[in-house]
């Protein structure tokens, strides 16, 4: 397994140090990363995006569910339908905004309770040691012994298809790697001295955590998470590709992919726009987590 | 090493049979009984009883895994309940037109991603570096079901050049090295090398540009050795970081290649988890499941044991 731990620990920036300098620690990835013009513009798109699904109800023109049989496949600029309609009718402009609600709801949370669940286990693990840290870390091993698309899938079939189930299955999918990233951050700080100093001065395990090892854990795995919601936005776009996930007739981005295959040889543009769309959303969270990761690195 | 290699060996033992339980223990993930999929609704329940007892199904769970990987170990990976027949012909046959499209597509984006990060690595900073680096992000960014489509729309809808879908002529579905079938090979491999080729361009380029900073490299260049021999140290210092990589990468291809599968009806183990899951086949399931991690944990011993072989920094305790 060596080989898996190496491949994560390339992706953390140890920014292990003692508190005393956290504000101009902060101040100094704040002013890099507002130098950052293409995390930035990413970042910025990624709230145009946002505002956009939140806004859904006011902002897009029709019912996405509903559609007019007469009006299938319309292509791109047909009256009244900037984006043309879908294969039963519907706009496809109210269908891609309202399909960002369940790409994101699904691409999202998975991600962030992996990072609650994972981030407390990885802690647990790593400021015990010992038999409990074997324990988490080798359970956590076998899960990593999953090509992790080949889980979600596998996880997702045997659930059966649904909202709550993709999510859980991503879930369970992306625990274990942000478990190893907390794991390593945590025992690495665990061992520095000022530790050892702060539990001299009679400081408790409570406080060694929160104050100590809380915030040297929490921006590795912030990191690695907002990457993991690109790869995230992909696999749970996909299970609902493949059928395992948001069910017709509601709009979704990886869902409205595969109900347009069959447009591919007559409305071939009107087919790719909600691939464009996942694409979109998954290389802006990619580089937006490759900035904050050299933003964050204190050694740059 | 031999020794090393006994151990290493020895790991794996618990690992895959941890495995193995986690793919066991997929059918009773599922909501409700899973005998409910195997027979019809309005089944006499003394025919439900003979069924459940038939598979084992009545037994407590860890007799029940103990009797599947009793079977599993001796080659028998049980029978499919839609096709009616053992799971292992079928299944080998499609791990073999997996493995095609896994490995072409995997020494595509191996190929790729050296020449990409080769190149960025060596002009760090520079525009060109820019551009190769965002390409690679790029690569890593895409939904590759859809990529696929938009290859099938631009080579096979509009350009007529390549055939949408299948593995060869006539739907054999078995794989032969010729020209007839490699057509049908292209667009799926060159889908499922994004996401190598761009993790690989990555991971290349900050080895070489590491490398390139190195002392011992400018007392390379000092002692005025020629620039294709600095390129042959610097390879030769990447070679088994990359290769870890790579053979983490082939055994994902094999075992995420269900979406590109489906969207050009490759007959692969990709293909069959789809049937398996949307008709309930649950022993098909568990089979490609484990089949396919096990493949991904023998690569990975694999990876691990060559890169142990070949990098003279990795001490083989």
Same mark, same amino acid.
Request: charged share 10%; with cysteine; proline share 6%.
């Given at each position: 397994m060596s080989?898996?731990?190496?491949?994560?620990?390339g992706?953390?920036?140890v920014?292990?140090r003692?508190?005393?300098?956290?504000?101009?620690?902060?101040?100094?990835?704040?002013?890099r990363l507002?130098?950052?013009?293409?995390?930035?513009?990413c970042?910025?798109?990624?709230?145009?995006?946002?505002?956009?699904?939140?806004?859904?109800?006011?902002?897009a023109?029709y019912?996405?569910t509903?559609?007019?049989?007469?009006q299938?496949?319309?292509?791109?600029?047909?009256?009244?339908?900037?984006l043309g309609?879908?294969?039963?009718?519907?706009?496809?402009?109210?269908?891609?905004?309202?399909?960002?609600?369940?790409s994101?709801?699904i691409g999202?949370?998975?991600?962030v309770?992996?990072f609650a669940i994972?981030?407390?286990?990885?802690?647990?693990?790593g400021f015990m040691?010992?038999?409990?840290?074997m324990?988490?870390?080798r359970?956590t091993?076998?899960f990593?012994?999953?090509?992790?698309?080949l889980?979600a899938?596998?996880?997702?079939?045997?659930?059966g298809?649904?909202?709550l189930n993709v999510i859980?299955?991503?879930?369970?999918?992306?625990i274990?790697?942000?478990?190893?990233i907390?794991e390593?951050?945590?025992?690495?700080?665990r061992?520095l001295e000022y530790?050892?100093?702060a539990r001299?001065?009679?400081?408790?395990?409570?406080?060694?955590i929160?104050?100590h090892?809380?915030p040297?854990v929490?921006?590795p795995?912030?990191?690695?998470?907002?990457?993991?919601v690109?790869?995230?936005?992909?696999?749970a776009s996909?299970?609902?590709?493949?059928g395992l996930?948001?069910k017709?007739p509601?709009?979704?981005?990886g869902?409205m992919l595969?109900?347009?295959?069959t447009?591919i040889y007559t409305?071939p543009l009107?087919?790719?726009?909600?691939?464009?769309?996942?694409f979109?959303?998954?290389?802006?969270f990619?580089f937006v987590?490759d900035?904050?990761?050299?933003?964050m690195?204190?050694?740059? | 090493?031999l020794?090393?290699?006994?151990?290493?060996?020895i790991?794996?033992?618990?690992i895959?049979l941890?495995?193995?339980?986690?793919?066991?223990?997929l059918?009773?993930l599922?909501?409700g009984?899973?005998?409910?999929?195997?027979?019809?609704?309005?089944?006499?329940? =003394?025919?439900?009883k003979?069924v459940r007892? =038939?598979?084992?199904?009545?037994?407590?769970?860890?007799?029940q895994?103990?009797?599947?990987?009793?079977?599993?170990?001796?080659?028998?990976?049980g029978t499919s309940?839609?096709?009616?027949?053992?799971?292992?012909?079928?299944?080998?046959?499609?791990s073999?037109?997996?493995f095609?499209?896994?490995?072409t597509?995997?020494?595509?984006g191996?190929?790729?991603g050296?020449?990409?990060?080769g190149?960025a690595?060596?002009?760090?900073?520079?525009w060109?570096?820019?551009?190769l680096l965002g390409?690679?992000?790029a690569?890593?960014?895409?939904?590759?079901?859809?990529?696929?489509?938009?290859?099938?729309i631009?080579f096979?809808?509009?350009?007529?050049?390549?055939?949408?879908?299948?593995?060869g002529?006539?739907d054999t579905g078995?794989?032969a090295?010729?020209?007839?079938h !490699?057509?049908?090979?292209?667009l799926?491999a060159?889908?499922?090398?994004?996401?190598?080729?761009?993790?690989?361009?990555?991971?290349v380029r900050?080895?070489?540009s590491d490398?390139?900073?190195?002392?011992?490299i400018?007392?390379l260049?000092g002692?005025?050795?020629r620039s294709?021999?600095?390129?042959?140290h610097v390879?030769?210092?990447a070679?088994?970081?990359?290769l870890?990589v790579?053979g983490?990468q082939?055994?994902?291809l094999?075992?995420?290649?269900?979406?590109?599968?489906?969207?050009?009806a490759?007959?692969g183990?990709?293909?069959?988890?789809n =049937?398996? !899951?949307?008709?309930?086949?649950?022993?098909?399931?568990?089979?490609?499941t484990?089949?396919?991690a096990?493949?991904?944990?023998v690569l990975?011993?694999?990876?691990?044991?060559?890169?142990?072989?070949?990098?003279?920094? !990795?001490s083989r305790r």
């Amino acid at each position: 397994m060596s080989m898996i731990t190496q491949q994560t620990a390339g992706a953390i920036p140890v920014a292990a140090r003692p508190q005393e300098s956290r504000d101009s620690y902060w101040r100094i990835v704040g002013r890099r990363l507002a130098r950052d013009k293409t995390t930035l513009f990413c970042a910025a798109v990624l709230v145009i995006i946002l505002a956009l699904i939140l806004l859904a109800p006011w902002i897009a023109p029709y019912d996405p569910t509903q559609g007019r049989i007469t009006q299938r496949l319309k292509p791109i600029g047909f009256a009244g339908h900037p984006l043309g309609t879908d294969e039963l009718g519907r706009d496809m402009l109210s269908r891609l905004i309202y399909g960002g609600r369940f790409s994101w709801l699904i691409g999202i949370t998975p991600v962030v309770l992996a990072f609650a669940i994972g981030g407390i286990i990885g802690i647990i693990a790593g400021f015990m040691g010992g038999k409990v840290n074997m324990a988490i870390m080798r359970v956590t091993d076998v899960f990593y012994a999953f090509p992790s698309v080949l889980l979600a899938v596998a996880v997702s079939g045997a659930i059966g298809a649904g909202i709550l189930n993709v999510i859980l299955s991503l879930t369970f999918v992306f625990i274990p790697p942000i478990i190893r990233i907390s794991e390593s951050v945590t025992t690495g700080v665990r061992n520095l001295e000022y530790i050892e100093a702060a539990r001299a001065t009679g400081a408790g395990s409570r406080s060694i955590i929160f104050v100590h090892i809380l915030p040297n854990v929490l921006g590795p795995i912030f990191v690695y998470a907002t990457g993991l919601v690109g790869v995230s936005m992909i696999v749970a776009s996909g299970l609902s590709f493949l059928g395992l996930g948001v069910k017709p007739p509601d709009p979704e981005w990886g869902l409205m992919l595969s109900t347009l295959r069959t447009a591919i040889y007559t409305q071939p543009l009107i087919a790719t726009l909600p691939g464009v769309c996942i694409f979109l959303t998954s290389i802006c969270f990619n580089f937006v987590s490759d900035g904050l990761r050299t933003a964050m690195d204190v050694r740059a | 090493m031999l020794f090393y290699i006994f151990r290493r060996i020895i790991y794996m033992i618990p690992i895959a049979l941890a495995v193995s339980l986690v793919c066991f223990m997929l059918i009773h993930l599922s909501p409700g009984d899973p005998i409910d999929a195997m027979v019809p609704a309005d089944t006499p329940p =003394d025919i439900v009883k003979q069924v459940r007892h =038939d598979y084992g199904l009545d037994q407590p769970l860890p007799v029940q895994f103990a009797y599947w990987l009793g079977h599993v170990v001796q080659g028998d990976l049980g029978t499919s309940i839609l096709r009616r027949r053992p799971v292992l012909p079928d299944l080998l046959t499609a791990s073999g037109n997996t493995f095609v499209l896994a490995i072409t597509g995997g020494l595509l984006g191996f190929l790729i991603g050296c020449i990409f990060g080769g190149i960025a690595g060596v002009f760090r900073g520079t525009w060109i570096d820019r551009i190769l680096l965002g390409t690679a992000v790029a690569g890593v960014s895409i939904p590759h079901y859809w990529l696929g489509m938009v290859l099938v729309i631009i080579f096979s809808v509009g350009l007529h050049l390549l055939p949408a879908m299948g593995a060869g002529p006539g739907d054999t579905g078995t794989w032969a090295w010729d020209m007839d079938h !490699i057509r049908f090979l292209i667009l799926p491999a060159l889908t499922l090398s994004v996401i190598p080729a761009g993790l690989i361009t990555r991971t290349v380029r900050g080895l070489v540009s590491d490398i390139m900073g190195q002392d011992y490299i400018t007392t390379l260049r000092g002692k005025g050795l020629r620039s294709w021999r600095i390129v042959q140290h610097v390879f030769l210092n990447a070679a088994p970081t990359v290769l870890a990589v790579m053979g983490l990468q082939l055994a994902n291809l094999m075992g995420g290649s269900i979406l590109v599968e489906t969207v050009f009806a490759w007959p692969g183990t990709g293909a069959m988890l789809n =049937d398996a !899951i949307f008709q309930r086949d649950f022993p098909v399931l568990q089979a490609t499941t484990l089949v396919l991690a096990l493949f991904f944990v023998v690569l990975n011993l694999v990876v691990d044991l060559i890169q142990t072989a070949i990098d003279p920094r !990795i001490s083989r305790r």
